[in-house]
């Protein structure tokens, strides 16, 4: 035992046997019996005056008692030797079947550890089935063995059922970091809010998100949360785009998160993100990439909910958040209406709501932009022209560039499609 839990960082050889006594009882019970066993831990708890007494391997102990009544006697004792001495006990066990047995219904609590099988990757779960005078979090929660031990990640919408803290409240309405933007948007987003960005690949939402993140300061501070790029990705289109987000993160008032989509547990992620918020006290949170959340978790039917409750934390907390959602390609190049919302359930929970779009028309793509709605504001939902230049973002002032454009793709796509009648006439003749 010592030399598999000797690698554990938490490890320290110095506590044996000054503060941790290892025993061994499996002479004792072979011969002694569950009487032996008794007299011995009460013998050794007593004399090393135990706070903390775990017994690993009770199957063993039920399988030497002669009868069911008499290991029932055994945990029976045992737990009265504990309530005298002060002594906490762990008993450890394999999963009996059937899952209630009887020592179940004896103890104070009980917590079973499990693996299970998502296809092929495998995650472990702690859960609490019974802890007497406690409010417990019920359910399945996610748990990992590190070089630290074991680090667990309750469900993050039992934990955050109710927000942690009392709302902050609003104030003046928060700049986007571009001031066309704000002006779209009735004034900038409401203090505390969450929008949602959505447009395909590569029409400008990680580059919005750095014009938000480029107002932070030392009474503002801001975090990037990615799935898609690293640190140092990130810096480069910073940099590139000419926005002083370097020096922010060099002066700490940024700070940059990448959390890869390719191995994780879903909790994990958002007890990284929760955690990195608090640690710096953020106002502007910008998540890249909400599929990220997803691509960890079979059970879609839990994002709503950790969004929902995510959400009203952030809102708490006193954060603004902007969150990018990938949209269709294909449809929004075909110039048709916005097709449907990516991510339903989010949609709903956003106060904000913002599409990208690319408009195409005679072999080129236009970038336009709408502000689909905002909480409490009156808005200008008219879509803008905007191009990327060397600055970042530029949004045409007025809407007639994009009225024109998509007026005119409306017409290509009409025209096009009289086409595809016309020849489907002539074969039907
Ligand atoms: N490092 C860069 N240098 C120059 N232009 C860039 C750079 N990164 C991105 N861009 C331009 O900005 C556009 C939008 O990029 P980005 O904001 O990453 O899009 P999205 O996040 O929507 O996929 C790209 O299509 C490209 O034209
Ligand atoms: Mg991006």
Redesign the pocket.
């Known amino acids: 035992m010592l030399l598999h839990i000797g690698k554990l960082r938490f490890f320290d050889a110095n506590m044996i046997p000054s503060r941790i006594f290892l025993v061994s009882a499996f002479r004792v019970l072979e011969e002694g019996g569950l009487r032996g066993l008794l007299d011995l831990l009460r013998r050794e708890v007593q004399s090393h005056e135990a706070s903390i007494l775990v017994l690993d391997g009770l199957v063993s102990v039920e399988e030497t008692a002669g009868s069911p009544r008499e290991y029932k006697k055994f945990i029976h004792e045992l737990q009265a030797q504990a309530a005298l001495a002060a002594c906490t006990i762990f008993l450890l066990t394999g999963t009996p079947s059937p899952p209630i047995a009887v020592e179940h219904t004896m103890v104070d609590g009980v917590m079973q550890l499990q693996s299970e099988l998502y296809g092929r990757r495998a995650e472990r779960h702690l859960e609490v089935y019974k802890m007497r005078g406690t409010g417990y979090l019920r359910g399945q929660h996610s748990f990992r063995i590190t070089d630290e031990g074991l680090v667990v990640y309750p469900r993050t919408e039992a934990l955050l059922r109710l927000p942690s803290t009392h709302p902050t409240p609003n104030g003046p309405p928060i700049e986007t970091g571009l001031a066309k933007l704000d002006r779209m948007a009735g004034g900038g987003f409401p203090r505390n809010s969450t929008a949602l960005l959505t447009?395909?690949?590569?029409?400008?939402?990680?580059?919005?998100?750095?014009h938000f993140l480029s107002r932070c300061d030392e009474d503002c501070p801001g975090l990037h949360f990615g799935f898609?790029e690293t640190p140092q990705a990130v810096a480069?289109?910073a940099?590139?785009?000419g926005m002083p987000l370097s020096g922010l993160v060099e002066r700490e008032h940024v700070e940059i998160l990448w959390q890869p989509a390719t191995e994780g547990i879903l909790d994990e992620a958002c007890h990284r993100l929760l955690d990195a918020v608090r640690r710096r006290r953020v106002r502007r949170l910008f998540i890249?990439g909400l599929e990220g959340f997803e691509r960890l978790t079979t059970d879609r039917e839990r994002l709503g909910h950790i969004f929902a409750a995510i959400t009203n934390e952030l809102s708490a907390l006193g954060v603004t958040t902007v969150y990018?959602s990938?949209a269709d390609l294909i449809g929004s190049v075909s110039g048709l209406p916005i097709s449907q919302l990516p991510l339903q359930g989010v949609s709903c929970i956003a106060e904000i709501i913002l599409v990208?779009r690319y408009v195409e028309l005679r072999a080129q793509l236009h970038r336009v932009l709408a502000v689909l709605k905002v909480r409490d504001s009156l808005i200008d939902p008219a879509f803008h022209r905007f191009t990327?230049t060397?600055t970042g973002i530029t949004i045409d002032e007025d809407a007639s560039g994009a009225e024109q454009i998509l007026a005119d793709a409306a017409h290509q796509h009409n025209f096009s499609n009289l086409g595809v009648l016309r020849t489907s006439r002539a074969g039907q003749n």
């Open positions: 447009g395909p690949p590569g029409i400008g939402k990680t580059t919005l998100g750095l898609y480069a289109k940099n590139a785009l890249d990018t990938e990208m990327m060397s």
